[in-house]
């Protein structure tokens, strides 16, 4: 420790404001990374993360505005920087040892003792650094240092040892993204070792918390991943659901209906969106910024999902076409989109989320089914059903389980009506089903009524004319 007589400041970095919890609309995203910014970027591939803040994003799977190859990253900004919502989990597919590109050896001068290399996503423990003629190998720590500047490329600093030289050549290996393929967002499920979509798996068995959401921006288009999202979102672990966002892959509008039918977007645990939209200059994909609203208006709801995204503050500067020029949709033309089941984004004096329709809609028009907030409340009662009487299981199947599970859930059930989440909420004991014979092998039945509100998607004013109150403020003037 040095010495110090004197008067000495120093300066702490700004505090962002933390991030509002909510788990109820819990994100567990999967895509790629640039995680040779890593802390340990050879630990962040095919590993759930849980963060709570953009550095905790930083760190776990790096960070750059590159959104087109890493698209992890348009959900990390969108959450922390956007919406400042947490957590979210993230899940990299991006594998260093299998998606790379080699860069050969290649000469830089040596300027105020510092290289930078102009290639991105370099991993520092592939770069070698060798005289000019390639006759000796310098030694990292020894003779030079490697970092990364703001825009992830590696800035070499030399010492002394290499002060005589003014040009090195640098050889090193960098992750690919463009590698990265639909069957590595899938993924697959082998004896200890699962990838990819599996992964969701794991994320209760991990974390204690149950998947709400499933996203995958910039790989959600493709038929057969979103196929795979679909079909993830029911039986998590055996019992648990969830639901899934789902980019439409369209050029126009005229586009939209034909491309979902095709595309087999048609789960009722899934929400469909069209198109892309910006932020200033950056491009997202829907899903990402749509994943964080919902997390933003769980967490002002209580954790509670009954309430609809839909003509939510979407905080977003433009809505984007593929070719990234701007597109212009009115509330018509918005409503065209609902008609099909997608939901879109509308300018109503700054930009809405449009459209409360599952994917099902409009072959599925059952309540639970199409209005996606009441599917989410479905499936957020059942989660929550499971977790808190699960210390029931193996318990004797007597009148006092009966009567305890009933009076319980009745309870919770008039507090969520009470507080105005749902019109009704009560579960009873019926003997018609439950014969002796289930009872004596080990099941009983609940059956339970849950009516979540549907959105007031369409509000009316009929105006009429009346003359009479014409004549009748005529003849009070008169008088």
């Not at 090195?168 to 590595?184: C, F, G, L, M, N």
């Not at 439409?248 to 069209?274: G, M, P």
Request: proline content about 4%; aromatic content about 10%.
């Amino acid at each position: 420790m040095s010495y110090k007589h004197g008067i000495y400041v120093s300066e702490k970095p700004t505090q962002t404001k933390k991030a509002i919890n909510t788990i109820a609309g819990l994100q567990v995203i999967i895509g790629t990374a640039p995680i040779n910014l890593a802390d340990k970027p050879y630990e962040a591939t095919n590993s759930p993360k849980i963060v709570y803040s953009f550095e905790q994003a930083q760190k776990a799977v790096g960070y750059c505005t590159d959104f087109e190859k890493y698209t992890l990253c348009q959900s990390i900004s969108a959450n922390f920087e956007i919406f400042n919502v947490a957590p979210i989990i993230l899940i990299n597919v991006l594998d260093p040892k299998i998606h790379k590109k080699e860069n050969i050896a290649t000469e830089y001068f040596i300027i105020k003792n510092q290289i930078t290399i102009p290639i991105s996503g370099i991993l520092l423990d592939t770069v070698t650094i060798q005289n000019s003629d390639e006759t000796e190998i310098y030694t990292k720590d020894k003779d030079y240092t490697l970092s990364f500047d703001k825009n992830g490329f590696v800035i070499v600093t030399v010492f002394d040892s290499l002060a005589n030289e003014t040009s090195v050549k640098i050889s090193s290996t960098s992750i690919d993204p463009t590698a990265v393929t639909k069957y590595d967002i899938i993924g697959q499920h082998e004896t200890n070792k699962e990838t990819g979509l599996h992964l969701v798996r794991q994320i209760y068995p991990k974390f204690g918390l149950i998947p709400g959401l499933i996203l995958a921006p910039g790989f959600s288009q493709n038929f057969d991943v979103a196929a795979e999202m679909q079909n993830k979102c029911e039986k998590i672990n055996g019992v648990f659901s969830c639901e899934t966002i789902l980019d439409l892959d369209a050029d126009t509008l005229e586009e939209c209906a034909q491309i979902k039918e095709i595309s087999r977007f048609n789960s009722s645990h899934a929400v469909v969106l069209w198109p892309k939209v910006s932020v200033d200059d950056k491009i997202y994909f829907y899903s990402a910024i749509f994943g964080a609203l919902i997390a933003y208006t769980d967490a002002n709801n209580s954790n509670v999902p009954n309430l609809s995204p839909s003509n939510k503050d979407l905080k977003i500067s433009k809505t984007i076409l593929n070719d990234g020029s701007e597109i212009y949709l009115d509330q018509e033309q918005g409503n065209i989109l609902n008609s099909y089941g997608i939901t879109t984004a509308i300018n109503l004096n700054g930009f809405k989320s449009w459209g409360n329709n599952t994917a099902a809609y409009p072959e599925i028009s059952e309540p639970k089914d199409r209005w996606f907030c009441c599917r989410r409340f479905f499936s957020w009662w059942a989660n929550n059903f499971i977790q808190t009487y699960f210390e029931h299981v193996d318990n004797p199947a007597n009148y006092r389980l009966i009567e305890n599970i009933c009076d319980s859930e009745n309870i919770r059930g008039n507090s969520y009506v009470a507080r105005g989440f749902c019109a009704g909420a009560k579960i009873e004991f019926l003997q018609t089903e439950n014969s002796i014979d289930d009872i004596l092998n080990g099941t009983i039945r609940f059956h339970q009524y849950l009516a979540p509100y549907s959105p007031a998607e369409n509000i009316e004013n009929i105006l009429e004319f009346d003359p009479n109150m014409i004549e009748i403020s005529g003849g009070n003037r008169n008088e």
